[in-house]
């Protein structure tokens, strides 16, 4: 009987000694297990060293064996740790494998970001962070502080040594102060004479001068400097500030170089207002009542224009000009009658209802069906001819009850009968086959 090893992936040499041979193995990776006290497998050396063993799921405090992992939607991940991305933990424990008294964990996110944790028989310290993290709380930190450099102080390669200059100088003027407070308050309590002005008001009874490009100023409520009056670099006075409204009071109209100045207040008719424009246009753009008037652009009405004469003589008319000719009009007479001229022809409705003509009346339209209607009353819906569109024949029709009487036919030149013939009151007949029927004496029959 023989044994036989089988070793897979591995590779086994024998050395001679002299006493017993020595078999050296050399095995994959993937084959070295790391197995627990219990003598369960925690995993290879490939997925622990090298590789990286994967871990779905559980709490990351389960993992408890050193090795590299890659973790994935564990529990007790450091707060705020990216849902369902891939992080590489670090693992190194003392103790026995898989029931280790002390354990590090260090985790590394997909963005830079490090915590560190660690496990002491339990006890844990909980996630600290650093890497990324660090760096950004560095970065602003540096530039809350800014750069040391730009201090005005003469130490300042040092924060500490920036702030004990300040503290320095602020002591140097503390006596610097002190000196000045008691020189104020004798100032104060000095009786001063008359080449003085008096901040609580006073008289000056000489020029007051102030220089050029100065302005007398004022304050607002809320501590805003104004400007009242100042002249400019050129001589000119300004009156006001671009930083505040400016109101004007008077008993009485005000002037400008004796001139009276315009408002709102005091424009209007019988002001003497004489302006040139109005609206930003000259005022022979505008039309007046008291003359003729020519417009050369297009006139648009949004209500009634109302034309009236008081002379009972002559006609109201709206007049069509080409220089002198007189290329058409319209008007109404004093008698009622409405005109529309044109060079060669007018048109007329009589103030009795009548329409009169010196042309022909034409109806046109390229759409519709034209037609000339006769009718009594408005509710009917009349008696007449009708252009048909599409064949131009012309039918005589009764749009009340729906009926034609004849038809001109265009292309023909005849005239058709659509209902029955009479000539005074005797029917005629134009047929094949005798009239049978309600026949009448006179009544004509052409087969």
Known sequence: MVDKLVLKQSIYSITKTTGEDVVHFE??????KVIKADGTAVGTLKE???KGKTVTSGSVYDIKTSGMYAVTNLTDMPAGYAVGKTGILSVSAIGEIGAPTLVLYQLSSQDGETFIN?????VKTGW?????????????????VGDLSNLQTVSKATLVGAINNVLSKSLQNTSAIANVTEDYN???GHNHDEKYLSKSGDTVTGDLFIR???????????????????????GSVIVGGANAPMKILSSSDVTLNGRKIWTDGNHGNGSGLDADKLGGHNSILYARTNKS????????????LVLSNPDSTKSTKIVWKDGATVRGSVGFAQNGDFTIKTLSSSIVAKANGDVETEGSLIISSE??????RFRRFNNQLGVGFELNRDSQDLVMYDWESNRSGFTFVKKTGEVSFQRQIRVSGRALYLQGNAPTGNLSVGDIWIG
């Open 27 to 32: 095995t994959d990776d993937a084959m070295v």
């Open 48 to 50: 622990l060293i090298f």
């Open 118 to 122: 660690v496990n002491n028989n339990g």
């Open 128 to 144: 600290s962070s650093g890497g990324v993290n660090i760096e950004n709380a560095l970065t602003a930190i540096e530039a809350s």
């Open 186 to 188: 004798n100032f104060k």
């Open 212 to 234: 050029n490009g100065n302005a007398y100023r004022s304050k607002t409520t809320t501590g805003t400097n104004i400007d009242l009056m100042k002249v400019d670099a050129e």
């Open 293 to 304: 008037n020519v417009f050369s652009g297009n006139q648009t009405l949004t209500d009634e």
């Open 367 to 372: 759409s519709r069906w034209n037609n000339l």
